[in-house]
């Protein structure tokens, strides 16, 4: 299997997102949970954190599955490069299942009846590139009535969530119906004149929702659709069931938190430190003397630098040494200051 994932042409691409808080009209091509959360089952493969036996240096992405077609019944996801064996198995109309970690990526993502096995008809297939460090929710869409199905990507945006704040995406999977408008019972507007894989982004105060969902004439099609939104985390909400009425609309709510890593530090150097973190100037340990390890800080994924300095001089004192580079999602780092105020970094692993 490694040896297959070796010959994975990786393109390492600057990531073209939808704008984060704002309405679009086109869906973006984002601890995890990696058993299934309903009655979808995981192969054995996908029943451990980490299947691929990936190691904390390796590009990385993150993808979990969901099925929004009303008319077609459980479906096996398999991904070509990953062999013979489905990733997520009897995937039902209204589910959705946990993350999965891949070196990332261009894969060919196949769908095919539940139990069908590899030599079963292909319903739809969907080939993306993952890029390093981003999650996404590939999902099974469409109708077999009008011959819309596909398989579709939605980038789940998990990085830079402010404090006590609740990220929401919603998307609109309802297929072969008009636009729909969602709001809460205290108007709050979680998307207008959503069409067909339409996407709505917006940040809100964590706590509970109740949101109805009308057409453009008033008329409601789903009501007192009660949702919670925690803080620090991406909620994501498809809303799917068919226009018709044979499958009642409602919303799959599945929660992504925040992108966060832990970061650990051993004082190598000549002399006590103190240690900030940019941006922001945060003191993460306030002392750490001559030899000694630190507990684990987690701090939010991405480009930091770590500042050391005499122990209670803080920004405004004298820099001692620096480390600059980019901590991964989901990741532990260990970084080592020297005598000289240099500092080396471990390889990262995959945090527990």
Not at 190 to 213: C, E, K, N, R
Request: charged share 15%.
């Amino acid at each position: 299997m490694r040896q297959a994932m070796s010959l994975l042409a990786i393109a390492l691409l600057c990531l073209a997102m939808t704008p984060v808080f704002a309405q679009t009209t086109t869906a973006t091509p984002d601890a995890p949970v990696m058993m299934p959360e309903s009655t979808a089952e995981m192969t054995p493969e996908m029943g451990i954190l980490n299947p691929l036996a990936l190691v904390g240096a390796e590009s990385v992405a993150f993808i979990r599955f969901a099925h929004t077609v009303a008319d077609v019944a459980p479906i096996d996801f398999y991904v070509q490069e990953m062999g013979d064996t489905p990733v997520v198995e009897n995937l039902a109309f209204g589910e959705e299942a946990g993350f999965l970690y891949v070196p990332s990526g261009s894969y060919n993502i196949i769908a095919r009846a539940a139990g069908s096995g590899i030599e079963g008809e292909i319903i739809t297939t969907m080939n993306h590139n993952f890029q390093q460090n981003t999650s996404w929710l590939v999902v099974f869409v469409g109708l077999t009535s009008t011959l819309s199905l596909q398989i579709e990507p939605i980038n789940l945006l998990r990085d830079d969530i402010d404090d006590d704040v609740s990220r929401v995406r919603l998307v609109n999977f309802v297929s072969g119906g008009p636009a729909l408008t969602i709001t809460s019972a205290t108007e709050d507007n979680f998307g207008q004149g959503l069409g067909w894989i339409s996407v709505f982004d917006a940040d809100f105060t964590p706590g509970p929702y109740t949101l109805t969902v009308t057409t453009p004439d008033g008329a409601a099609l789903l009501t007192d659709a009660v949702v919670e939104l925690e803080s620090d985390a991406l909620t994501t909400l498809l809303l799917v069931g068919s226009a018709d009425g044979t499958q009642a609309l409602r919303f799959i709510t599945f929660k992504s938190p925040e992108y966060v890593s832990r970061v650990q530090f051993v004082n190598n150097s000549s002399d006590a430190i103190q240690i900030f973190v940019r941006p922001g100037d945060q003191e993460i340990v306030a002392s750490l003397g001559v030899g000694e390890t630190s507990d684990w800080v987690t701090i939010s994924s991405g480009a930091v630098t770590f500042v050391t300095y005499v122990p209670g001089t803080g920004p405004t004192g004298q820099e001692l040494g620096a480390w600059i580079g980019e901590v991964h999602p989901l990741r532990d780092l260990t970084i080592t200051f020297m005598p000289d105020n240099s500092a080396d970094e471990s390889d990262a692993v995959f945090s527990p």
